[in-house]
């Protein structure tokens, strides 16, 4: 039996066995599905310097920069589809296993794979909000340059994308519902995520203090590897496929 055989298996049984498991996941999981993950040989903060476009002062300093950069990613993520992993998680909901899904990602896959009780850590790239009088709007296409930077229809002053940058606390209804979600589980699924950001890494440590499990799906080892029940180390679509063939 391979190990991914076993691991799927032992995987299976522990969410079967769970009262409320939780999904926490990581720009891993869309990786697949072609949107680039941040740390790492091919990570986004590899090839860009995140105090130049992820950061209140990069805004202030130049805010046609951080929008066209954003714009390009919100036009990977509107090409993108949702992947088995995406897919898989949303079932499992489906069936009454994981009850939430709290994400640090902002593409929005997890919904558009179905998933219904998600939060959103770090905001959404598919939404801008206005600097001056906060209103918020979806974001349905992406801009040209001669678009950008965006500004309010409400107000006409200048909008940002309504996501978390370096340095900024996260919005405090999503921080307290995964703080709630992890107090509640008794299971965490960790998925594509290094961990290394606070405070959403040392959120899935709630859980484990109060004597629950973590499963840790990441293409290579991270924080989670040495205190995870279980962790596979590869790519989150083959870890599902063969979960989700055990699960049915
Ligand atoms: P990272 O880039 O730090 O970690 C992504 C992890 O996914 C890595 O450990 C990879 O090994 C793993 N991975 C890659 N492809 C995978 C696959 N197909 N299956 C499974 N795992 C895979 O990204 P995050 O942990 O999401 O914050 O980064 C956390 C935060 O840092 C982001 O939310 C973002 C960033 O700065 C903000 O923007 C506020």
Redesign the pocket.
């Known amino acids: 039996m391979s190990s991914l055989d076993s691991i799927a298996r032992e995987a299976s049984r522990l969410l079967r066995e769970s009262k409320y498991a939780v999904v926490f996941?990581?720009?891993?999981?869309s990786?697949?599905a072609g949107i680039?993950?941040?740390?790492?040989k091919d990570?986004?903060?590899n090839k860009y310097r995140?105090e130049e476009l992820?950061t209140p002062a990069a805004f202030a300093t130049n805010p046609l920069r951080v929008w066209k950069w954003y714009a390009w990613r919100i036009g990977l993520v509107l090409r993108a589809q949702p992947?088995i992993?995406h897919r898989a998680i949303a079932e499992l909901e489906e069936m009454g296993i994981v009850k939430a899904v709290v994400t640090?990602?902002?593409d929005g896959l997890h919904q558009r794979a179905g998933s219904k009780n998600v939060i959103e850590?770090?905001?959404s790239i598919m939404r801008a909000r206005c600097t001056e009088c906060g209103y918020k709007w979806q974001i349905e296409r992406q801009q040209s340059d001669e678009e950008l930077p965006l500004r309010c229809p409400k107000c006409n002053a200048l909008a940002r994308p309504d996501?978390?940058?370096?340095g900024?606390p996260l919005p405090s209804d999503a921080l307290y519902a995964a703080y709630r979600e992890f107090s509640k589980a008794d299971l965490v699924v960790i998925?594509?995520?290094?961990?290394?950001?606070e405070p959403?890494?040392s959120m899935p440590l709630i859980t484990l203090r109060n004597g629950g499990k973590l499963i840790n799906?990441?293409?290579?080892r991270?924080r989670y590897s040495g205190i995870a029940t279980i962790s596979y180390h590869?790519?989150?679509?083959?870890?599902f496929k063969k979960l989700m063939s055990l699960m049915r």
């Open positions: 996941t990581g720009s891993g999981i990786a697949e680039p993950t941040f740390r790492g990570g986004l903060w995140p992820a992947t992993a640090q990602n902002v850590l770090h905001g996501v978390v940058w370096f900024e998925v594509g995520t290094s961990g290394v950001v959403a890494g799906v990441n293409l290579e991270n590869g790519k989150s679509s083959e870890f």
